[in-house]
Every structure is written in structure tokens, then in C-alpha cells.
């Protein structure tokens, strides 16, 4: 576990603490397993969007593939009678092939990474809205499909299905990131790409990579999410989300330079912006502040995080400086 990791626990312990103080139903068990729900399903998109981060790049096209291949999802197991693990596998795919198309539009056709994921925002969005005719996708009353309900918002001894899909993936992330030679590829590539190249990295390959496992992941959140609601308007289903995913990896640790950052931030990140929703829920603060207080102590986290880097990057410099005078004077001294 890196520093900022420790320090960003230490950030959640106490924010937590300060919470449960103020309103002890934090720590009721109905509220810390709705908390928990939450931090499952929005952990899954923030792992996908730390792959694409580490690579110096972005993906802003969380959230309109959340609601189109919701949206997809809904209508091939209740309208066209296809059985839902199909559907879930279909979904999949779809959200492979569109980290497929991203990772292509950005290595072979060198277009910025910005424009790319902003224009899938757009499209994703409005063939969501068009494929429904702007209505909303949803289950009908009798719908059941009690196996996949369970698998997807079930609970097991009270904790929600969607925290153990989240640490199933968090897990396998943590493995791929940073015990493997892919992920070591994905650093290298997000710190300096033409010198990863040079060295003999495939680049074209490992951020094509990086977004097709950023698109499965999300389509992943898709089926969760679309279980969660049962009803997606994709005029507004998933809106905000990447800036969500990018926020969690962030405050993680990742930087939006590429080539930093660690999974156990990002999941902690994920578990203090819901620490800090909860707060906003149970303080009774006005809906409507919501994103300003979470936006402000990012704020602060960040600024305190580049604070302390420039700190510490002082103090090395010091403590070089006066190593190397000391070795100058000890030889001025022997001569």
C-alpha cells in the first residue's frame, strides 16, 4: 500500500467518524448496507476509468454507454425473450467492441482522446434516446427473473451482491495493474509513450487494451445499474457518471498525466465520495448542494495532495543538496 493510499484511508476513517457523530444512523446496518450497495455499483466504472487514466488518456462516454447498453439489456431479455445470460454476454461484447473503436480512433487515426470519448457521449446518448423513442426502458409489473435478480441485486447475509462483484473486479484490477507485465506496459505508456516505444512496447496495442477492459467494465456497471433501477430514461440514465469514475481515480491517486496511481486509491476513493453522499443525505443538506460539497472537498483533497507532493519533492532536493556539500567538503578537507 503506497503513502497516499494510507493517507486517503485515514481521510475516509476520519470523514466516516465525523459522519457517525453527527448522525448515528450512519452506522445502522440498513444504511451501511445501502451505502455499501452504492459503493459496488459505482466502484465498477471507476475501475474501468482508472485503466484508461493510467494511460494518459480519458473516457467520457461512461455514462451514455451505461444508458444505451441499459437500455439494450432491458430490451433483449423483457421485449425480445432472450435469455438474460445471453444478454449479459451480448452486452459485453457491445461494450468491448466500442473500447475497441475508441482505442482504434485514438492509436491508428491519432485523434485526441478527449474528442473521441465526448463525440461517444453524444452518439451513445442520442441513440439511446432514439432506439426508445425518448421513452423509458423498463420492466413490466410481473416481470421476474428471480436468478438474475439475485445474482445482480441480491444480498447474502446482508451485504449486497454488488460490493462482492465490485471487490471480485477491484481484485482481478489490483492483479492486472500491478502484478503483471501488461500493467507495468500501462504505466510505462502513460509516463512517457514514445519512450515506451522506443523500448520495444507495443503502445498501439496496450491503449487499445486499456479501453476495451474500461468499455467491459462498464457495460458490466450497465447490467448492475439496469437491474438497480428497472427503469432507465436514457435521456438522463448515467448522467455524470464519468466524472464520477474520473473523480474516484483521481482522489485515488491517479494522475490525469497517466502513469500513476494505484486500484486500493481508487477503491477508497469510491468508498469516501460515498461517505461524503451519505453525509450530504443524512445532514438533511439541501439536494441541490450536493455536487457543490463533494466538488469542493475533491477540491481540497487534491490541493492538499499536490501541496504535500511539492513538500516532499523539496525536502529530497535538501537532503541531496546537503548530501552532496557534505561530500564536496569532505574532500576539500583530505586534499
Known amino acids: 500500500m503506497q503513502k497516499k493510499d494510507i493517507g486517503l484511508g485515514m481521510l475516509v476513517l476520519t470523514v466516516a467518524a465525523v459522519v457517525a457523530a453527527l448522525n448515528p444512523r450512519f452506522l445502522s446496518p440498513i444504511n451501511l448496507a445501502n451505502t455499501a450497495n452504492l459503493i459496488g455499483l459505482f466502484g465498477l ?36 425473450g ?29 485523434l485526441q482522446p478527449f474528442v473521441v470519448t465526448l463525440c461517444g457521449l453524444l452518439i451513445y446518448r442520442g441513440i ?10 423498463g420492466f413490466s409489473f410481473g416481470d421476474s427473473f428471480p436468478t438474475l435478480e439475485w445474482l445482480v441485486s441480491g444480498r447474502t447475509s446482508g451485504v449486497p451482491h454488488s460490493i462482492v462483484a465490485f471487490a471480485v473486479v477491484a481484485v482481478f484490477s489490483w492483479f492486472l495493474l500491478h ?28 491503449i487499445v487494451l486499456a479501453y476495451v477492459i474500461c468499455a467491459v467494465f462498464t457495460a458490466l456497471s450497465a447490467v448492475f445499474f439496469a437491474m438497480y433501477t428497472r427503469s432507465i430514461h436514457p435521456a438522463s440514465h448515467g448522467n455524470f457518471y464519468e466524472l464520477y469514475g474520473i473523480a474516484a481515480a483521481v482522489l485515488g491517486g491517479f494522475s ?29 443538506i ?5 455536487f457543490a460539497v463533494m466538488g469542493g472537498v475533491i477540491l481540497i483533497g487534491v490541493l492538499a495532495d499536490t501541496q504535500f507532493a511539492r513538500y516532499r519533492t523539496a525536502r529530497r532536493q535538501a ?3 546537503a548530501s552532496l556539500t557534505d561530500k564536496t567538503e569532505s574532500r576539500a578537507d583530505t586534499a
Not at 474501468?48 to 451505461?66: C, K, N, R, Y
Not at 439511446?128 to 426502458?137: E, P, S, V
Open 179 to 206: 502484478r503483471t507485465v501488461f500493467g507495468r506496459h500501462l504505466f510505462a505508456v502513460g509516463k512517457n509513450e514514445e519512450a515506451a516505444r522506443f523500448s520495444g512496447i507495443n503502445t498501439t496495442r496496450v
Open 82 to 110: 432472450i435469455p438474460w445470460p445471453i444478454a449479459t454476454v451480448i452486452v459485453l461484447v457491445l461494450g468491448g467492441f466500442i473500447g475497441l473503436a475508441h482505442g482504434l480512433l485514438i492509436t491508428r487515426l491519432r
Open 256 to 284: 490525469l498525466r497517466g502513469g500513476e496511481g494505484s486500484i486500493v486509491g481508487v477503491v477508497l476513493g469510491v468508498v469516501l465520495l460515498q461517505v461524503l453522499q451519505n453525509l450530504v443525505n443524512l445532514l438533511g
Open 286 to 290: 439541501p439536494s441541490s448542494l450536493n
Open 128 to 137: 439511446a434516446r432514439f432506439y426508445t423513442a425518448d421513452g423509458t426502458a
Open 319 to 321: 537532503a541531496a543538496l
Open 45 to 80: 466504472f471507476s475501475l474501468a476509468e482508472a485503466f484508461v487514466i493510467v494511460t494518459a488518456g480519458i473516457e467520457l462516454s461512461v455514462g451514455s454507454v451505461i444508458a444505451l447498453l441499459g437500455v439494450l439489456f432491458v430490451d433483449m431479455i423483457v421485449n425480445q
